[in-house]
């Protein structure tokens, strides 16, 4: 039997390309909807060699209808996987339409277009974003809803959207996924997270001081109500946070329905825990210093996975001193490969 074809939007990018290995793996066949934006086309290659065949390809924007009509002709597609969009928090609050546009305009086309050919299996990126600023981790999916940025707000809008279209068609099979942090990278060191310019998450930022790109790790606050007053996150092993979406599309098989699932371990780990932890993992001493609290940042925030665990029989299992060894060796890799 041919492996079934899945269209992976944004397939190219850091979570999305663990995503098409961890899906290969399963026996689908992957096929990436990509403008590279902010992905390199040189991962494609790689991930054939991790895949051992090339994934499909096609480069081409979210927003455009026609591509997508194209797509759907062209390819046999059961189900959809969109993670294409912009994520950076800081920069949604300086260009919100640029967010609107991509994160929310770009999921109605594809939503439009899918429901065009009657494509209703769908698994949805949201974030944690969506909680804004819940004081009292862990972090239910029932918790207030609150998001605090443009960026935060534009997943929560494409979740009501998506609820709307579950309630017009219950046939279709939805799965909201609400990541919190991933890190790590596949240990082949062969694909990982590639920001351009300066890093706005912690763990490149922490590789690029280890490698000597940067020269310390700018540490904002130690004044929190934690254990050692630094933020507390819920940090994931992107391949478990890969291998969950391969359990959200099969529960979209199995049944119908509107999910909506933390993706988490559960666990909080504060930022001087995590640089421990990565010193611990490498051998690296990671210099720092502390600086002034970041507007916006809450003191601690995880999740209460047990709902992912119920409904996909899905659990985070790599360790943090995994995450960063990953990541590590990623990081030690990425300037010779990309
Ligand atoms: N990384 C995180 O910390 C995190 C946390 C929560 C949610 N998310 C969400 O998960 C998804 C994937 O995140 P990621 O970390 O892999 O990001 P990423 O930027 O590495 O990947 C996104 C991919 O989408 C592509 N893309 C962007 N705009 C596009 C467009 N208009 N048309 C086609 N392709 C486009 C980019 O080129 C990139 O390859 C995003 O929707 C993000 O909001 C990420």
Same mark, same amino acid.
């Given at each position: 039997?041919?492996p079934k074809?899945i269209?992976?939007?944004?397939?190219?990018g850091y979570?999305?390309?663990?995503?098409c290995?961890?899906l290969a793996q399963a026996g689908?066949?992957?096929?990436?909807?990509?403008?590279f934006?902010?992905?390199?086309t040189?991962?494609?290659?790689r991930?054939? !060699?991790l895949? /051992?065949? &090339?994934?499909?390809c096609?480069?081409?924007d979210?927003r455009?209808a026609?591509? $997508?009509? %194209?797509?759907?002709h062209?390819?046999?597609?059961?189900?959809?996987?969109?993670?294409?969009?912009?994520k950076?928090?800081?920069?949604?609050?300086?260009?919100?339409?640029?967010?609107y546009?991509v994160?929310v305009a770009?999921?109605l086309?594809?939503?439009a277009?899918?429901k065009?050919f009657?494509?209703?299996?769908?698994?949805?990126?949201s974030s944690?974003?969506?909680?804004?600023?819940?004081k009292e981790p862990?972090?239910h999916?029932e918790?207030?809803?609150?998001?605090?940025?443009?960026?935060?707000?534009?997943?929560?809008m494409v979740?009501?959207?998506l609820?709307?279209?579950y309630h017009?068609d219950s046939?279709?099979s939805i799965?909201?996924?609400r990541?919190?942090n991933?890190?790590?990278a596949?240990?082949?060191?062969?694909?990982g997270? !590639?920001?351009? /310019?300066? &890093?706005?998450?912690?763990?490149p930022?922490?590789?690029?001081?280890a490698?000597? $790109?940067? %020269?310390?790790?700018s540490?904002f606050?130690?004044?929190?109500?934690?254990v050692?007053g630094?933020?507390?996150r819920?940090?994931?092993?992107?391949?478990?946070l890969?291998e969950?979406?391969?359990a959200a599309?099969?529960?979209?098989?199995?049944?119908s329905g509107?999910?909506?699932?933390?993706?988490?371990?559960?666990r909080?780990?504060s930022?001087l825990?995590?640089?421990?932890a990565?010193e611990a993992?490498?051998?690296?001493?990671?210099?720092?210093?502390?600086v002034?609290?970041?507007?916006?940042?809450v003191?601690a925030?995880?999740?209460?996975?047990?709902?992912?665990?119920?409904?996909l029989?899905?659990?985070?299992?790599?360790?943090l001193?995994?995450?960063?060894a990953?990541?590590?060796n990623?990081?030690l890799?990425?300037?010779?490969?990309?």
């Amino acid at each position: 039997m041919n492996p079934k074809i899945i269209l992976v939007t944004g397939g190219a990018g850091y979570i999305g390309s663990h995503t098409c290995v961890a899906l290969a793996q399963a026996g689908y066949r992957p096929l990436i909807l990509d403008n590279f934006s902010n992905s390199k086309t040189s991962v494609i290659d790689r991930l054939a !060699t991790l895949m /051992g065949d &090339p994934p499909l390809c096609v480069e081409g924007d979210i927003r455009d209808a026609a591509l $997508i009509k %194209k797509i759907f002709h062209d390819y046999c597609c059961e189900s959809v996987i969109h993670f294409a969009g912009l994520k950076a928090v800081g920069e949604s609050v300086k260009q919100p339409l640029q967010y609107y546009d991509v994160n929310v305009a770009g999921s109605l086309t594809l939503f439009a277009v899918m429901k065009d050919f009657g494509i209703k299996h769908l698994i949805f990126s949201s974030s944690a974003a969506v909680y804004g600023e819940e004081k009292e981790p862990p972090l239910h999916e029932e918790s207030l809803l609150h998001p605090v940025n443009p960026y935060g707000r534009s997943k929560l809008m494409v979740e009501e959207i998506l609820e709307d279209l579950y309630h017009m068609d219950s046939h279709s099979s939805i799965v909201r996924l609400r990541y919190f942090n991933p890190i790590g990278a596949h240990p082949s060191g062969l694909i990982g997270e !590639t920001p351009s /310019g300066v &890093p706005n998450n912690l763990m490149p930022y922490i590789t690029q001081v280890a490698v000597g $790109i940067r %020269k310390k790790l700018s540490i904002f606050g130690n004044d929190y109500p934690t254990v050692d007053g630094t933020a507390v996150r819920d940090y994931i092993h992107v391949m478990d946070l890969a291998e969950g979406h391969v359990a959200a599309l099969q529960k979209t098989e199995r049944s119908s329905g509107l999910s909506t699932l933390n993706l988490g371990t559960g666990r909080g780990s504060s930022v001087l825990e995590l640089v421990e932890a990565f010193e611990a993992a490498t051998g690296k001493n990671i210099p720092y210093e502390i600086v002034a609290r970041r507007a916006g940042d809450v003191a601690a925030c995880w999740a209460d996975p047990s709902a992912a665990q119920k409904q996909l029989g899905w659990g985070a299992t790599r360790d943090l001193r995994t995450m960063c060894a990953d990541s590590w060796n990623w990081q030690l890799r990425a300037s010779f490969i990309i």
